[in-house]
């Protein structure tokens, strides 16, 4: 390729949402073959992905970003839309009321704590412990905590998108080694635990796992914000 093309389309926003969705689409198709695999997730397998082409073509993210901003805006309407289930299922979501209140405060408690504790005793600094502490709720809202506790919001994204893929690869083999069956519990747990990408493997499990994930998300992000202010 022409040199001088190509400096003109890897700086072109139109060339990095292409590429963005091919990949996506690539990764999507790969997981249905394997479906059964949870090492084969698709969000691991797209940022795997981007991440090699950026490293290989020498691409900076900021010019990346620019073109792939428009779905990064996407994430808004579709967390969103995890309400339209919710209203479908309202009378599932009211008969497991108080168990859910209980493990969305064990577990957001749990989650906060236990990352504060472990960062001090290996010697982080507060920035860091601040950046760590949300890594269990959804990127946005994580990173606004982290800004607000005078945390690095970068680091913040980047341990989230961690704790989501890592969360989605052990959900199913650990919840079936633990002989839970109910797919409200299950998919309640991915949601506290590991915010969106959890909640997108627990859809592609069980459309109720998927309900209870997105539902525990939401919640999880408005708790967590209380708890890390306590401690933080």
């Not at 001088?4 to 690539?26: D, E, F």
């Not at 797209?46 to 991440?51: C, E, F, M, T, Y």
């Not at 890594?135 to 994204?157: C, E, F, N, Q, R």
């Amino acid at each position: 390729m022409d040199e001088g093309l190509w400096v003109y389309l890897s700086a072109s926003p139109l060339l990095w949402l292409s590429v963005t969705l091919l990949v996506w689409i690539t990764a999507l198709r790969i997981a249905k073959v394997l479906p059964a695999n949870p090492i084969i997730n698709p969000v691991l397998l797209s940022v795997s992905a981007i991440a090699c082409l950026l490293s290989v073509f020498h691409i900076r993210y900021q010019t990346y970003f620019a073109g792939a901003q428009f779905i990064h805006f996407l994430l808004g309407p579709a967390t969103v839309a995890l309400g339209i289930p919710l209203c479908e299922k309202l009378h599932l979501v009211r008969a497991n009321l108080v168990p859910m209140v209980v493990a969305l405060f064990a577990g957001s408690l749990t989650a906060v704590t236990t990352t504060i504790y472990l960062g001090r005793v290996f010697g982080f600094d507060q920035t860091v412990i601040a950046s760590l502490a949300p890594k269990s709720v959804t990127a946005a809202v994580a990173m606004a905590i982290s800004s607000g506790l005078h945390g690095d919001p970068a680091l913040t994204a980047a341990v989230v998108i961690l704790t989501g893929i890592s969360g989605a690869i052990i959900v199913t083999p650990l919840m079936n080694a633990m002989r839970i069956r109910d797919f409200s519990a299950r998919g309640f747990a991915v949601g506290l635990a590991s915010h969106g990408i959890g909640t997108a493997r627990a859809y592609s499990v069980d459309p109720v796992a998927g309900l209870f994930s997105g539902l525990a998300m939401g919640l999880n992000a408005i708790a967590t914000s209380l708890i890390v202010h306590l401690f933080l």
